[in-house]
């Protein structure tokens, strides 16, 4: 297969330059078909379907690469890439939402991402706390994921300074492509189904069902999965007292999908409706929450020989609950102390069209609202109770140009975008009080320009570049809710400002005959992050206040490689290392320290995955996952050290006939102890979790 890596050495010594730069994206624009089975590729951005834009770096995971990576929940399936980072290391089948935010490129996040998570253009990070439901699209109607690394504000708006991780679903819509039978024939698949069922140790269940059919242009899918497990005790077991319990989660999430398939104009629409409902317990008797999430949308899609549109219309409903509790010193009692209830309302569109002008030449508009109103009901529990009610409204309205210039050998692309960023309606009501209290207005004019550069030198290796500017505005969870993890109270700021950054990427890739091998210098600057920031502490407790910052700043670089397959064996490897600090500090809190030149909290400096798959026929597929994370810190003033850990996930395949296969899987095999925070007591990432169970396709 081919020359091989004959411009590694090269690549190499670049790289070498980069991570020298570190210490004091990126694909090629005209690829090979890419296989199910890659896992490093390059993507269309939003604006410009069908045309790579390659300045920028995206990873991909495909359906059944997700299917092979033991675990429960699509975050569990994210971790095998390198530089995809929770804020804390638990997994979301125990970990409470408000704690499941998610960052790219070594930015850190709170309960709020730095990264954008999508789904067919509509923004799936929870309208009220730019936190992440990770298990809200059941697994199978999940066609692919993709992880763009690197701001991209330019075209999404808010929250994308990290970038943007793009949850591809299965649309009915596509059932009616042609594929070719066992005598190399097109047909249409008229029906399809696609079931797992599954147990697992933690007193664990998980149930997956995909439907799907096609009747002349009417195309149909249903998908449902359901999980329950028993969970695991958090907290570490030299800390553990009788009120300990374990965290765990049911939930089960539903998803229709009515559609029609393109006619002879290239035209089809849509409409989809999906579900989630979700009940926690957080770890003791007393600390429970629950999720239940509407979210409907409808669309319309057109492409022809000059170009393409989209539109979007979307909305979710939410509900979200909560109780806090105060736990004795010696953990063997705990009162309750508050509970919260949320409403949520979300209305928003999408409407965007590319077209090309030349041969070289394709340009993008679109605008985009998303318009968002809460209530956070909270309710001090003791001899009388009050309630405090906090409503809202924010409305991000924004548009975009974005165009790309693809003359013989180079690729030059260019966009902007600007949004307006508004909370306002804002409204404080006290229970024992006199009236309602008006609460600051927020409203923020925000430009985001970022321009591309591809450089083709031949023989499969390229040069790239990028540099942009992105925000990402402060949620109504940030701005007006109080949060609780374990011991750590964290209270609202209702006069938070949005987050800016300006960043900038260059990198190196050769694609050959033994596979792909890429490396990206990343530099990304922060203004007025939104930081927790202690205000007193306790030996068991802290409290802590959301604020403005002051300035952090993530540089490093990541390499990634790919092999083509060989025998039915194929390997693919991350390794990022990001030098995240804070470079300047300012708050008017009399506790907390300086900060300049500490770490960002639950930012390694090093992380490293390693995946490997091998198929042998008539016999099992099988597939490893190694992943090293390095120490971190759980907190502003890096005093809480989580330890560096490695873990190893393995699992496995084979096909017994009518469609159906049996697969085992084990997470954390060697059954590691991970550090997944200090709220100030040490609390544990998941054990051991051993999987087995059944699979079964049909399509004809």
Same mark, same amino acid.
């Given at each position: 297969?081919?020359?091989?890596?004959?411009?590694?050495?090269?690549?190499?010594?670049?790289?070498?330059?980069?991570?020298?730069?570190?210490?004091?994206?990126?694909?090629?624009?005209?690829?090979?078909?890419?296989?199910?089975?890659?896992?490093?590729?390059?993507?269309?951005?939003?604006?410009?379907?069908?045309?790579?834009?390659?300045?920028?770096?995206?990873?991909?995971? =495909?359906?059944?690469?997700?299917?092979?990576?033991?675990?429960?929940?699509?975050?569990?399936?994210?971790?095998?890439?390198?530089?995809?980072?929770?804020?804390?290391?638990?997994?979301?089948?125990?970990?409470?939402? %408000?704690?499941?935010?998610?960052?790219?490129?070594?930015?850190?996040?709170?309960? +709020? =991402?730095?990264?954008?998570?999508?789904?067919?253009?509509?923004?799936?990070?929870?309208?009220?706390?730019?936190?992440?439901?990770?298990?809200?699209?059941?697994?199978?109607?999940?066609?692919?994921?993709?992880?763009?690394?690197?701001?991209?504000?330019?075209?999404?708006?808010?929250?994308?300074?990290?970038?943007?991780?793009?949850?591809?679903?299965?649309?009915?819509?596509?059932?009616?492509?042609?594929?070719?039978?066992?005598?190399?024939?097109?047909?249409?698949?008229?029906?399809?189904? =696609?079931?797992?069922?599954?147990?697992?140790?933690?007193? %664990?269940?998980?149930?997956?069902?995909?439907?799907?059919?096609?009747?002349?242009?009417?195309?149909?899918?249903?998908?449902?999965?359901?999980? !329950?497990?028993?969970?695991?005790?958090?907290?570490?077991?030299?800390?553990?007292?009788?009120?300990?319990?374990? +965290?765990?989660?049911?939930?089960?999430?539903?998803?229709?999908?009515?559609?029609?398939?393109?006619? !002879?104009?290239?035209?089809?629409?849509?409409?989809?409706?999906?579900?989630?409902?979700?009940?926690?317990?957080?770890?003791?008797?007393?600390?429970?929450?629950?999720?239940?999430?509407?979210?409907?949308?409808?669309?319309?899609?057109?492409?022809?020989?000059?170009?393409?549109?989209?539109?979007?219309?979307?909305?979710?409903?939410?509900?979200?609950?909560?109780?806090? =509790?105060?736990?004795?010193?010696?953990?063997?009692?705990?009162?309750?102390?508050?509970?919260?209830?949320?409403?949520?309302?979300?209305?928003?569109?999408?409407?965007?069209?590319?077209?090309?002008?030349?041969?070289?030449?394709? +340009?993008?508009?679109?605008?985009?609202?998303?318009?968002?109103?809460?209530?956070?009901?909270?309710?001090?529990?003791?001899?009388?109770?009050?309630?405090?009610?906090?409503?809202?409204?924010?409305?991000?309205?924004?548009?975009?140009?974005?165009?790309?210039?693809?003359?013989?050998?180079?690729?030059?692309?260019?966009?902007?975008?600007?949004?307006?960023?508004?909370?306002?309606?804002?409204?404080?009501?006290?229970?024992?009080?006199?009236?309602?209290?008006?609460?600051?207005?927020?409203?923020?004019?925000?430009?985001?320009?970022?321009?591309?550069?591809?450089?083709?030198?031949?023989?499969?290796?390229?040069?790239?570049?990028?540099?942009?500017?992105?925000?990402?505005?402060?949620?109504?969870?940030?701005?007006?809710?109080?949060?609780?993890?374990?011991?750590?109270?964290? !209270?609202?700021?209702?006069?938070?400002?949005?987050?800016?950054?300006?960043?900038?990427?260059?990198?190196?890739?050769?694609?050959?005959?033994?596979?792909?091998?890429?490396?990206?210098?990343?530099?990304?600057?922060?203004?007025?992050?939104?930081?927790?920031?202690?205000?007193?502490?306790?030996?068991?407790?802290?409290?802590?206040?959301?604020?403005?910052?002051?300035?952090?700043?993530?540089?490093?670089?990541?390499?990634?490689?790919?092999?083509?397959?060989?025998?039915?064996?194929?390997?693919?490897?991350?390794?990022?290392?990001?030098?995240?600090?804070?470079?300047?500090?300012?708050?008017?809190?009399?506790?907390?320290?300086?900060?300049?030149?500490?770490?960002?909290?639950?930012?390694?400096?090093?992380?490293?995955?390693?995946?490997?798959?091998?198929?042998?026929?008539?016999?099992?597929?099988?597939?490893?996952?190694?992943?090293?994370?390095? !120490?971190?810190?759980?907190?502003?003033?890096?005093?809480?050290?989580?330890?560096?850990?490695?873990?190893?996930?393995?699992?496995?395949?084979?096909?017994?006939?009518?469609?159906?296969?049996?697969?085992?899987?084990?997470?954390?095999?060697?059954?590691?102890?991970?550090?997944?925070?200090?709220?100030?007591?040490?609390?544990?990432?998941?054990?051991?979790?051993?999987?087995?169970?059944?699979?079964?396709?049909?399509?004809?």
């Amino acid at each position: 297969m081919v020359r091989g890596w004959s411009g590694s050495a090269a690549l190499v010594a670049f790289v070498g330059l980069a991570v020298a730069v570190a210490a004091g994206a990126q694909q090629p624009a005209v690829q090979p078909k890419v296989k199910a089975t890659d896992s490093v590729t390059v993507n269309a951005d939003r604006g410009l379907v069908g045309v790579s834009d390659s300045a920028t770096s995206v990873a991909v995971l =495909s359906q059944k690469q997700m299917q092979n990576a033991p675990g429960l929940t699509l975050d569990d399936k994210l971790h095998q890439v390198a530089g995809f980072q929770l804020f804390r290391r638990t997994s979301s089948w125990t970990a409470n939402p %408000t704690t499941e935010g998610v960052s790219l490129r070594g930015l850190g996040s709170t309960a +709020a =991402s730095r990264t954008l998570v999508v789904s067919d253009q509509v923004p799936l990070n929870d309208a009220f706390g730019g936190w992440v439901h990770w298990d809200e699209i059941p697994s199978l109607a999940i066609d692919e994921v993709k992880l763009l690394r690197g701001g991209s504000a330019d075209l999404y708006g808010s929250s994308a300074i990290g970038g943007v991780i793009d949850v591809v679903p299965v649309m009915p819509g596509l059932l009616a492509t042609p594929e070719l039978d066992s005598r190399g024939q097109e047909r249409e698949r008229r029906f399809g189904v =696609s079931a797992d069922a599954s147990g697992a140790s933690e007193d %664990t269940a998980l149930e997956d069902l995909l439907l799907t059919g096609v009747a002349r242009r009417l195309t149909m899918l249903g998908a449902f999965t359901g999980l !329950k497990t028993g969970g695991y005790i958090p907290i570490a077991p030299a800390f553990r007292g009788t009120v300990d319990t374990p +965290a765990n989660v049911t939930a089960e999430s539903g998803r229709v999908v009515l559609g029609t398939s393109p006619g !002879k104009r290239g035209i089809n629409g849509f409409l989809l409706g999906n579900v989630l409902n979700e009940a926690r317990d957080n770890g003791t008797p007393l600390q429970t929450n629950g999720t239940r999430l509407w979210r409907y949308e409808g669309g319309m899609d057109g492409r022809g020989s000059g170009g393409s549109a989209a539109v979007r219309v979307y909305g979710s409903r939410e509900s979200y609950r909560q109780s806090f =509790s105060a736990i004795a010193v010696n953990r063997d009692s705990e009162r309750l102390t508050k509970l919260q209830r949320v409403p949520v309302d979300e209305v928003g569109f999408v409407v965007q069209g590319s077209r090309a002008l030349g041969r070289a030449v394709t +340009a993008a508009v679109g605008v985009d609202l998303r318009d968002i109103r809460a209530t956070d009901d909270e309710s001090a529990v003791g001899n009388v109770v009050v309630t405090t009610s906090t409503s809202a409204r924010q409305r991000e309205t924004g548009g975009y140009v974005d165009g790309i210039w693809q003359p013989k050998g180079w690729s030059v692309s260019g966009s902007v975008r600007v949004d307006s960023f508004r909370t306002l309606d804002a409204r404080q009501v006290v229970s024992n009080g006199a009236g309602a209290t008006g609460l600051p207005e927020l409203d923020e004019l925000v430009a985001s320009p970022r321009v591309g550069l591809v450089r083709r030198l031949g023989k499969g290796f390229e040069l790239t570049g990028t540099g942009f500017r992105a925000f990402r505005g402060p949620t109504m969870n940030e701005l007006y809710r109080t949060g609780q993890v374990g011991q750590q109270i964290t !209270k609202a700021n209702d006069s938070l400002l949005a987050e800016r950054a300006t960043g900038f990427e260059f990198g190196g890739e050769e694609v050959g005959r033994l596979g792909r091998l890429r490396g990206t210098y990343f530099w990304t600057e922060v203004n007025r992050p939104i930081s927790a920031v202690l205000l007193s502490q306790t030996a068991t407790s802290q409290l802590l206040q959301r604020q403005n910052l002051g300035q952090i700043r993530s540089r490093g670089m990541m390499l990634e490689g790919q092999t083509e397959r060989w025998h039915g064996l194929e390997a693919n490897f991350g390794y990022q290392l990001a030098f995240a600090t804070v470079t300047a500090f300012n708050t008017s809190s009399l506790v907390q320290k300086n900060l300049t030149g500490n770490w960002i909290p639950e930012v390694p400096r090093e992380s490293v995955t390693a995946a490997v798959n091998y198929g042998m026929p008539r016999i099992a597929s099988v597939h490893g996952v190694f992943s090293y994370t390095g !120490k971190e810190y759980d907190d502003a003033a890096n005093q809480f050290v989580l330890h560096p850990y490695a873990r190893v996930d393995v699992s496995a395949e084979r096909e017994v006939g009518r469609g159906f296969a049996v697969f085992v899987g084990a997470q954390n095999v060697l059954n590691r102890t991970i550090d997944a925070g200090l709220t100030p007591l040490l609390t544990l990432a998941a054990p051991r979790l051993v999987q087995g169970g059944l699979r079964y396709k049909l399509g004809r």
